[in-house]
């Protein structure tokens, strides 16, 4: 039998009992788009074997010998293997001519070239505590990683959030992007909009960020939760 949540309705003016099946939250029927298990194509660590791989590679899928390709670009049959070799590096003209002789653009010979991929390990307890823009009297953030620009073209900002006796209620966060919550310790009723579901140890939930969000309610102290914030890059943070 599918999963039901217990969610407070507020348009009904009162806590009004709605079921949602998993179904119609998108949790099942519907295929990713990425394949978390897919393994990507070798990769180069050094530029000038990464672009002659390519060559080579293309020029194989092409019928064509070194001689054939020397012909068609006007360089030496010398010159085009120490460059499949990746023994030389290539100036901008000659990768015009071989792009021209093989049909792909220029930079087509660098997709096979590994580039630096950042990654942040933070041991327990060592997240940085910061203020985020908009943070409300006694709401904790500590910060467990952060990478600038990176491939994917999004940010993504993964805090623990600690709420105390102190801290405020404050359900009118609002800001671009996409937000996940994971209830780690204590209750609270947190507002989506015109949603307000209970959240206990292990509860989760996920939403769009530009709708007026945040706990509205403290049902057990002290909370403690992981939100994970993602926004495209160049929007930053508002």
Do not use: W
């Not at 290539?90 to 997709?111: D, E, N, R, Y």
């Not at 908009?134 to 994917?152: D, E, K, P, V, W």
């Not at 940010?155 to 800001?175: A, C």
């Not at 937000?179 to 292990?202: D, K």
Request: proline residues 5%.
């Amino acid at each position: 039998m599918p999963a039901k949540k217990h969610v407070r309705n507020e348009d009904a003016g009162t806590e009004a009992a709605v079921e949602a099946e998993r179904g119609e939250t998108g949790l099942t029927g519907t295929a990713l788009h990425q394949d978390p298990h897919a393994v990507k194509p070798v990769t180069e660590k050094r530029l000038e074997s990464a672009i002659g791989r390519e060559v080579r590679n293309l020029r194989r899928q092409h019928g064509l010998t070194i001689g054939d390709l020397a012909s068609a670009t006007g360089m030496s049959l010398g010159m085009l293997s120490k460059i499949e070799r990746g023994n030389i590096s290539p100036s901008l003209a000659t990768l015009q001519a071989l792009s021209q002789a093989l049909g792909v653009p220029i930079t087509g010979f660098f997709k096979g070239f590994e580039q630096q991929r950042s990654a942040v390990f933070v041991k327990a307890g060592e997240g940085v505590e910061m203020e985020r823009r908009g943070t409300r009297a006694g709401h904790q953030y500590n910060l467990l990683g952060h990478i600038g620009n990176n491939s994917s073209g999004v940010t993504v900002e993964p805090y623990l959030i600690t709420l105390s006796k102190e801290s405020d209620v404050f359900p009118t966060f609002q800001h671009d992007g996409l937000e996940f919550l994971y209830m780690l310790e204590g209750e609270f009723i947190y507002r989506h909009a015109e949603t307000r579901v209970h959240m206990q140890p292990g509860d989760s939930f996920f939403f769009d960020a530009d709708a007026p969000h945040g706990p509205e309610d403290f049902v057990k102290l002290p909370c403690i939760y992981l939100s994970i914030i993602c926004y495209p890059q160049d929007r930053g943070e508002r």
